[in-house]
């Protein structure tokens, strides 16, 4: 028999069907609540809620064991949230506070409409997650010069829209026919479709959210309750490089925020991706950020960064990676003795 990694151990338990993923579990905790309400008035309800969650998720032993509301629940006052946050959009940190139910659109180029463009068995993730059924939203809230994906990430309006139901039918199609987590992929800016489509399905499935991590602390609350795994990628060591290739300002201060978060409300799985000629000033960083404050993560060095897109115009990183680049890596990660680390 395999024996289990120390790491991700509630995740399999959910994939088992053991236990409840934290969406259904935020589906049995009963809230009273007006939608129109002032949303400070909605945030200090989600606040007490929540207190009852944490009991919940602690004192649950299996999915039978859970019993839904008859009234509105936590999840549907997350999904309350997160339309009126849309409406101010600040899903994430770039807060561009406009309307996108008005068709406004901020830094992402994404209306309330969320599209994706494909949805399949994925057999390309780390393995723990694999087969992985992954669902590629279009759009992003970030603009990586080398981006592998820029024909999605940079068309919004590309894709099939999304309809809750229809996609909570999906997942569960895709469950039953051996998928092991569902995977959000670039859901930031499509937070308040992903609560609706949560919503609608009765199937216990692990929730993997595979982001940036660049959200904001309002995304950050409702995603507690929701979220099973935080596949987030760590991408730079220092804002300068994160305004180069990405354009995203105060990324340190959001992304540390974000992992520190998400290591107190579910599990995570860090990527990092090394880019060429930045070991000293993104890997090492980020790996000595990742010991000192949340150790006990599955971290992921990932060496298959190709220079895509607008790469050619930025030297120092179009080119692919040097073997002894690839070996410092490995070197930083072993002496800074993070444990798990499958290399
Ligand atoms: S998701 Fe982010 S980038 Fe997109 S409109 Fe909202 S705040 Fe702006």
Redesign the pocket.
């Known amino acids: 028999m395999i024996s289990r990694p120390l790491y991700l151990q509630r995740y399999y338990r959910v994939m088992g069907d053991e236990l409840p993923a934290q969406f259904l579990v935020s589906r049995s905790v009963g809230v009273c609540f007006d939608k129109e309400a002032p949303l400070d008035e909605l945030w200090g309800i989600h606040e007490d809620a929540m207190e009852r969650f944490r009991d919940k998720l602690g004192n649950t032993g299996s999915v039978d064991e859970l019993t839904f509301c008859d009234g509105t629940s936590l999840l549907d006052l997350k999904v309350a949230i997160a339309d009126r946050i849309l409406t101010e ?4 940190e ?3 506070g ?1 309307n ?1 139910r008005k068709k406004e ?4 180029g ?1 209306e309330a409409i969320s599209r994706y463009s494909a949805e399949f068995m994925h057999h390309g993730e780390e393995p723990e997650l694999v087969p992985s059924h992954t669902i590629f939203f279009t759009g992003c ?1 970030f603009s990586c010069v080398y981006c592998q994906n820029w024909e999605i990430s940079t068309s919004p309006g590309m894709g099939h829209p999304v309809l809750p139901g229809e996609l909570a039918r999906t997942i569960t199609l895709r469950r039953a026919y051996g998928s092991r987590n569902v995977n959000f992929v670039t859901p ?2 499509h937070t308040h479709v992903i609560l609706k489509v949560l919503n609608a399905l009765n199937k216990n499935v692990p929730v993997v959210w595979n982001s940036n991590m660049y959200y ?1 602390q309002e995304v950050a609350r409702l995603l507690e309750g929701i979220v099973d795994v935080y596949l987030g990628d760590f991408r730079y060591g220092n804002d300068e490089c994160a305004m180069r290739y990405s354009n995203a300002p105060d990324y340190m201060k959001t992304v540390t925020r974000n992992f520190r978060t998400a290591y107190e409300s579910g599990e995570i799985l860090l990527r990092h991706l090394v880019l060429p000629n930045h070991i000293e000033c993104c890997t090492r960083p980020i790996v000595l950020w990742t010991k000192e404050n949340i150790p006990k993560v599955r971290f992921n060095l990932m060496f298959q960064y190709a220079p895509h897109y607008r790469a050619f115009e930025f030297t120092e990183i179009n080119r692919r990676l040097t073997q002894d680049e690839c070996q410092k890596a490995i070197a930083i990660v072993k002496e800074a003795g993070l444990p798990d680390v499958l290399l």
Do not use: D, K, V
């Open positions: 959009c600040h899903f994430c770039r807060r561009c406009i996108r659109t901020g830094y992402c994404i809230n930031t800016p904001s």
